[in-house]
Structures are given as structure tokens and as C-alpha cells.
T-cell receptor, first 118, second 114 residues
Framework: DSGVTQTPKHLITATGQRVTLRCSPR?????VYWYQQSLDQGLQFLIH???????AKGNILERFSAQQFPDLHSELNLSSLELGDSALYFC?????????????????FGNGTRLTVT | GENVEQHPSTLSVQEGDSAVIKCTYSDSASNYFPWYKQELGKGPQLIID?????GEKKDQRIAVTLNKTAKHFSLHITETQPEDSAVYFC?????????????FGQGTELSVKP
């Protein structure tokens, strides 16, 4: 068990709908990363938050947004869903940065949310 | 852009044999290279990682080697067991003071036959 909790485990919804995926990082971790895993695209980085602030964006669609709350849990919001959004969505967390150019602690992944858009 | 190529996509070995998975990265500034194991229905699990100032790292039956000049790194699993069967992902990242996103390879499905 990585200590990263993602809910729900499965989500089935229709095209055009909006869903929210939730992630609770490991205790003490300040970073939350979101990844999308699909058969044809592999594991794609979406977005990174550190202690409530957005730090980096990857291949995240404008229809998608995320936030990290003061208690450090994070939510990924997916709207105007399309069939192609069906995928596994993973959250990962890592520990506090320990200073400039110092090794960043490893990413630990949750077990993901499987989203099916019909 | 940043890219990580991983080979082979599938690998089948007999129990007790060794398995080698290779990755090549494009971003010369990458300095952190983790390997993840993903079992069915679970998230990727970190099994070993290496930093760019180290050429090799070993943890029991698992080892990783890094060739910075050639920009490639490899995972070696010795004395494979059926429970090693899973999908393995390599990744590359820049570690700097604001953290770094992982760029993943496409994965290798390892099958260890008893």
C-alpha cells in the first residue's frame, strides 16, 4: 500500500458530463501529481501541485482542471467529457523539497480511478 | 520535446532466467531515473531509482545501470520469479528545486513462465 488514496475506484458516466476525482496524498507529502494512463498514450503527466500551488502543467486539456486544498488533498475535475477521456487517472504524491537542487523524494502512486465515458 | 523510449514492449522468460529492459531518453538535462512495476488493477510501484551521478545501483535481484553519454539506462532482474510478472515502466526527470515531472516510457510487459 503506497499510502495514496484515490476515490472513486471506478466511474462510469456519459459524454458531456462532468466528474471529480479525489486524491489524498501520503501523510507528510506536499506534492500531488496527476497522470492519465491510456492504452495508446501510456502514462501522461497532467499537472503538479506543491503545497496548494500549481507548479507544472503537462498535456492537460482545457476541459480539465485541478486544485490542491489546504489539507493537501487534491481534486481533478473533468468536464464536457468525451469518449476519448476514458482512461485510468492516477494521483501520485511526494515529500517536501529539501532545498535547492537536492534530490526530490520519489513519487508514490495511488491505485487510480478508472473512468469510462459512454 | 522530452521523450523516453522503452524496449522491448513484451518480454517472456523462464523462471530463474534474467530479464533486461532498456530505455533511452532525449532530454540531456534529465538526472533522475526511476523504474516502476505495475500489477493488474494497481498503480505503478517504485522498485528502484538512480540519480545521474551514479552509474549503477543494485537492490537484491534488481539492478539499474545508467550511461549518461549514450542517454540510456537499463533494468536488470536476475533469478526471475513468477511474481515478477507485471508491466514495468522506466521514467526520466529533472530534479531541481521545484521538483520534476516524470516522463514515462511506454512500458514492458514481463511474463515469467514457471
Amino acid at each position: 500500500d503506497s499510502g495514496v488514496t484515490q476515490t472513486p475506484k471506478h466511474l462510469i458516466t456519459a459524454t458531456g458530463q462532468r466528474v471529480t476525482l479525489r486524491c489524498s496524498p501520503r501523510s507528510g507529502d506536499l506534492s500531488v501529481y496527476w497522470y492519465q494512463q491510456s492504452l495508446d498514450q501510456g502514462l501522461q503527466f497532467l499537472i503538479h501541485y506543491y503545497n496548494g500551488e500549481e507548479r507544472a502543467k503537462g498535456n492537460i486539456l482545457e476541459r480539465f482542471s485541478a486544485q490542491q486544498f489546504p489539507d493537501l488533498h487534491s481534486e481533478l475535475n473533468l468536464s464536457s467529457l468525451e469518449l476519448g477521456d476514458s482512461a485510468l487517472y492516477f494521483c501520485a504524491s511526494s515529500g517536501p523539497w529539501q532545498g535547492r537542487d537536492v534530490y526530490n523524494s520519489p513519487l508514490h502512486f495511488g491505485n487510480g480511478t478508472r473512468l469510462t465515458v459512454t | 520535446g522530452e521523450n523516453v523510449e522503452q524496449h522491448p514492449s513484451t518480454l517472456s522468460v523462464q523462471e530463474g532466467d534474467s530479464a533486461v529492459i532498456k530505455c533511452t531518453y532525449s532530454d540531456s538535462a534529465s538526472n533522475y531515473f526511476p523504474w516502476y512495476k505495475q500489477e493488474l488493477g494497481k498503480g505503478p510501484q517504485l522498485i528502484i531509482d538512480i540519480r545521474s551521478n551514479v552509474g549503477e545501483k543494485k537492490d537484491q535481484r534488481i539492478a539499474v545501470t545508467l550511461n549518461k553519454t549514450a542517454k540510456h539506462f537499463s533494468l536488470h532482474i536476475t533469478e526471475t520469479q513468477p511474481e515478477d510478472s507485471a508491466v514495468y515502466f522506466c521514467a526520466a526527470s529533472r530534479i531541481y528545486n521545484q521538483g520534476g515531472k516524470l516522463i514515462f516510457g511506454q512500458g514492458t510487459e514481463l511474463s515469467v513462465k514457471p
